[in-house]
Nanobody, 120 residues
Framework: QVQLVESGGGLVQPGGSLRLSCAAS????????MGWYRQAPGKQRELVAA???????NYVDSVKGRFTISRDNAKNTVNLQMNSLKPEDTAVYYC??????????????WGQGTQVTVSS
């Protein structure tokens, strides 16, 4: 069994910063890509940023230059540093990881979500 646990969401003023963290635990053999998605009310879930186990990153255009994704392969963690936040960044943010487990093979796993609200 695998769990992804997120932390770091909250309320911040426009222009502020937040750092999201996600830790994977359980019967993990290896972790491939990890990423952050978000879903705003009334909108579809979208990929915000992703990082391969080799450190290659990609971002949705709306966050390029403001958000930075990073990971620690030894700790099975992925972080999202969010700077210059805008009200349109308000959403529930979800961690996602492509994990090969010891017993059940390979699959995508999701965290429970953490709310990010950007408002004055």
């Amino acid at each position: 069994q695998v769990q992804l646990v997120e932390s770091g969401g909250g309320l911040v003023q426009p222009g502020g910063s937040l750092r999201l963290s996600c830790a994977a635990s359980g019967s993990i053999f290896s972790i491939h890509a990890m990423g952050w998605y978000r879903q705003a009310p009334g909108k579809q879930r979208e990929l915000v940023a992703a990082i391969t186990n080799g450190g290659i990153t990609n971002y949705v255009d709306s966050v390029k230059g403001r958000f930075t994704i990073s990971r620690d392969n030894a700790k099975n963690t992925v972080n999202l540093q969010m700077n210059s936040l805008k009200p349109e960044d308000t959403a529930v943010y979800y961690c996602n990881a492509d994990i090969r487990t010891v017993v059940a093979g390979r699959g995508h796993y999701w965290g429970q979500g953490t709310q990010v609200t950007v408002s004055s």
